[in-house]
């Protein structure tokens, strides 16, 4: 259940504030009608939210680009939980993705994303502003380059929780959760994405060299396994960046967010990204979803 503290009070351990619109996110999406990537026809995203009920649930995911990390990390949680989440009574699953038809289908099939999975087609990131999500550093300010906007958000200006998600991958975390990881390693590495030597893939079940780590090889995630991940996101994106890359630049910049609504369109969770790297940690949403 959303209560007043998710919506106005900040989430200490995230430093978030979740604004009003991604509260109430039927409302918030009404009249904007996107197109499926594949398979034709446009989904009214205010309309499948509020038709949502207690049996058949949405997850709607608020995307970034098709060659953004939270973009790509948001597809590989997806990728990975979606039946835990169908488990919960989530029955419905939407990806916005701000880029065009073309790049949301290459993405789909870069990462080997469920066929149920609605990838929907967002190349001004609209759905994004009105379900509130954050528009980066200075976005309003022309005279500077996205690019070099883009840039300084790496260092830490604007959304506050880049340098923390980052630094995270690096140093792991005794009780972190690595499962979604390991799956995305696993899908990367048969993709032939580099680093594609963290797991032996030549038995029956793969074997991961970070579980021999001396030390920290129990922790719940490794140092430098998530960042190990993201090196192989990095990869990805520039190898196939003029397939994924934004058209519209205000895109560049632009965070994103997700939440999961039920009966009525209320929204059971919800979540805007405050930073790149820093995207919705699936494990909580589907704590929230009893």
Same mark, same amino acid.
């Not at 790509?72 to 979606?82: F, G, N, T």
């Not at 070099?148 to 200006?157: E, S, T, V």
């Not at 340098?163 to 995270?168: E, S």
């Given at each position: 259940?959303?209560?007043?503290?998710?919506?106005?009070?900040?989430? +200490?351990?995230?430093?978030?504030?979740?604004?009003? &619109?991604? &509260?109430?996110?039927?409302?918030?999406?009404?009249?904007?009608?996107?197109?499926?990537?594949?398979?034709?026809?446009?989904?009214?995203?205010?309309?499948?939210?509020?038709?949502? &009920?207690?049996?058949?649930?949405?997850?709607?995911?608020?995307?970034?680009?098709?060659?953004?990390?939270?973009?790509?990390?948001?597809?590989?949680?997806?990728?990975?939980?979606?039946?835990?989440?169908?488990?919960?009574?989530? &029955?419905?699953?939407?990806?916005?993705?701000?880029?065009?038809?073309?790049?949301?289908?290459?993405?789909?099939?870069?990462?080997?994303?469920?066929?149920?999975?609605?990838?929907?087609?967002?190349?001004?990131?609209?759905?994004?502003?009105?379900?509130?999500?954050?528009?980066?550093?200075?976005?309003?300010?022309?005279?500077?380059?996205? +690019?070099?906007?883009?840039?300084?958000?790496?260092?830490?200006?604007?959304?506050?929780?880049?340098?923390?998600?980052?630094?995270?991958?690096?140093?792991?975390?005794?009780?972190?959760?690595?499962?979604?990881?390991?799956?995305?390693?696993?899908?990367?590495?048969?993709?032939?994405?580099?680093?594609?030597?963290?797991?032996?893939?030549?038995?029956?079940?793969?074997?991961?060299?970070?579980?021999?780590?001396?030390?920290?090889?129990?922790?719940?995630?490794?140092?430098?396994?998530?960042?190990?991940?993201?090196?192989?996101?990095?990869?990805?994106? +520039?190898?196939?960046?003029?397939?994924?890359?934004?058209?519209?630049?205000?895109?560049?910049?632009?965070?994103?967010?997700?939440?999961?609504?039920?009966?009525?369109?209320?929204?059971?969770?919800?979540?805007?990204?405050?930073?790149?790297?820093?995207?919705?940690?699936?494990?909580?949403?589907?704590?929230?979803?009893?």
């Amino acid at each position: 259940m959303l209560t007043y503290a998710h919506v106005l009070l900040p989430a +200490f351990t995230a430093g978030l504030v979740v604004p009003l &619109s991604a &509260s109430r996110p039927a409302i918030a999406l009404a009249g904007i009608s996107l197109p499926r990537a594949s398979g034709g026809g446009v989904v009214d995203l205010g309309a499948a939210l509020a038709s949502s &009920s207690d049996d058949a649930r949405t997850l709607i995911v608020l995307g970034t680009y098709p060659a953004d990390f939270n973009m790509i990390e948001y597809s590989q949680r997806l990728r990975h939980y979606l039946p835990a989440l169908r488990a919960r009574g989530v &029955s419905r699953f939407l990806l916005v993705v701000n880029g065009e038809a073309s790049a949301c289908t290459k993405l789909c099939e870069l990462l080997s994303l469920q066929s149920e999975v609605e990838a929907l087609a967002d190349p001004a990131g609209e759905a994004g502003r009105a379900f509130g999500v954050s528009r980066g550093w200075r976005p309003d300010d022309e005279g500077l380059n996205p +690019f070099f906007k883009l840039y300084l958000m790496l260092f830490g200006l604007g959304p506050p929780a880049t340098l923390p998600a980052v630094i995270t991958g690096y140093l792991g975390n005794p009780s972190g959760r690595r499962a979604w990881i390991e799956t995305a390693l696993v899908q990367g590495q048969r993709a032939g994405r580099w680093p594609d030597t963290v797991f032996d893939l030549s038995g029956p079940t793969p074997q991961n060299a970070f579980d021999a780590l001396p030390l920290v090889g129990g922790w719940g995630r490794r140092p430098l396994e998530l960042a190990t991940l993201r090196l192989q996101n990095l990869k990805m994106s +520039f190898d196939h960046w003029n397939e994924l890359k934004p058209t519209d630049d205000r895109c560049l910049t632009q965070l994103g967010g997700c939440a999961v609504v039920g009966a009525g369109g209320e929204a059971l969770y919800s979540w805007v990204d405050n930073g790149i790297c820093d995207v919705a940690d699936f494990d909580d949403m589907l704590a929230e979803l009893k």
